[in-house]
């Protein structure tokens, strides 16, 4: 049996942690920041844990992860 492939841009978003979960970076850190509050800017630094429905998803976009 040949090996799966893993997915090219969920490699690129989407890391695990050591309990097993998906984490990911969320977006609009980039630009436009001097509008944004610091509140605000300082929510987006975290990394986000996705849902669980989304759980089976992303165990077949990364395999090996």
């Avoid at 669980?52 to 165990?59: C, I, N």
């Amino acid at each position: 049996m040949p090996k799966m492939k893993t997915h090219s841009g969920a490699k690129k978003r989407f890391s695990r942690t050591g309990t097993g979960k998906f984490v990911f970076q969320k977006g609009g850190r980039r630009h436009l920041l001097r509008k944004k509050n610091s509140t605000r800017l300082r929510r987006l630094r975290r990394k986000s844990v996705i849902y669980p429905s989304l759980e089976e998803r992303m165990k077949t976009l990364l395999p090996y992860a």
